[in-house]
């Protein structure tokens, strides 16, 4: 830690982008050796599960990290999003309106990659499905998701997954 705390901003900020690229290689790569043992159909479940664990430990240390309320929303979900490990190295943008919150990843670096490579989208919804419901539901358990698109979906060129979140309608008495 020594190290760190001797760094300049801008060392640091390099850093917290070279330990989110190794990250998602590290993601990538473990994927790749599940999908070669034992083919694409068990390391998209097993890539589901470690999402569905990881998720709500990634959405409650930003939730204490940035002191977020337990019961925050979709205001509290919406700055949830731009803290996330990957916020730093894809393009994404979320709209909070009329009690939705949709969000849009604009650009993100394993469909690009595919892309400059001429492969088809990597078939990322049913991870998604998990990954954004789980997420949501750790900051605030009344968030409900919906996909708008996510590969293998057709999607348009504007962004690569749009997501959809709301709040559940609690019924009387129910309120916490």
Known sequence: MDALEQMSREQLVAVIHD???NWLAHDGLWFQAIEHAHGMDAAIAADAEAWRRFS???AARIRRRLALPERGGLEALRTALDH???AVLNRQHAVLAD???R???DDCRVQSARMRKG???FPCKQVGLVEYAEFARAIDPRIQTRCLAC???AHPRAYHCGWEFSIAEE???QAG
Do not use: C, N, T
């Open 56 to 58: 709500p430990i990634e």
């Open 99 to 101: 009690g939705v919150l």
């Open 171 to 173: 019924p009387l008495g």
């Open 84 to 86: 996330r490990m990957y």
């Open 103 to 105: 969000f849009y990843m």
């Open 119 to 121: 492969l088809p989208d």
């Open 151 to 153: 590969p293998p979906d």
């Open 19 to 21: 330990f989110a690229k």
